[in-house]
């Protein structure tokens, strides 16, 4: 998908890799969400992988963007937070070695100079437990699915 085609509200969209445990965490909730999509027909559920440059033309257009993403944030294993760009300072390194490499906030920095009418974007980290190669998330993870998309429902129908 690139931009908004149906001149939806809201775009969720949800980041990882779902071969690295808790790193799939964006991608597992979008699975969910998906399921219910019924509930918000003004909004879209996207799960964009990992990301990378090609997000620029994702999430061109939309008034709204919500990110879902396992964020390393020094926090307890499980607990979930909201922020906005503004309010975070990453600290990825970037190998530069691929185009699929890129750093989220640069993202939306880059879509803001290039004024591509975001009204708002909201990310919702998720501190992981465990990042290693396997396919389930962990299970101080997984206890906290139904929170998690509480947490994300309400921002939906801000």
């Known amino acids: 998908m690139i931009g908004n085609p149906e001149n939806k509200k809201v ?10 445990g808790d ?6 909730l979008i699975t969910k969400f998906e399921a219910m999509s019924q509930r918000w ?4 559920f996207l799960d964009v992988g990992t990301g990378g440059m090609s997000l620029l ?22 607990t979930i937070k909201r922020f906005t760009p503004d309010q975070v300072q990453s600290v990825k ?21 290039l004024q591509q009418s975001h009204q708002e974007i909201v990310f919702f980290g998720i501190e ?3 990042v290693e190669l396997k396919q389930e998330l962990s299970k101080s993870l997984s206890a906290k699915i139904d929170h998690y998309i509480d947490t994300i429902c309400r921002e ?3």
């Open 156 to 158: 939906i129908e801000i």
């Open 128 to 130: 992981p437990e465990t």
């Open 23 to 28: 790193e799939g965490i964006g991608n597992y």
């Open 57 to 78: 033309h994702i999430i061109a257009g939309w008034p709204k963007v919500i990110f879902i993403d396992c964020a390393f944030m020094k926090l307890q294993p499980a």
């Open 41 to 44: 027909p003004l909004v879209e």
């Open 93 to 113: 390194n970037l190998a530069h070695q691929s185009l699929h490499e890129a750093d989220i906030l640069k993202v939306t920095e880059l879509s803001a100079q």
């Open 11 to 20: 775009l969720v969209a949800g980041l990882g890799n779902p071969l690295m």
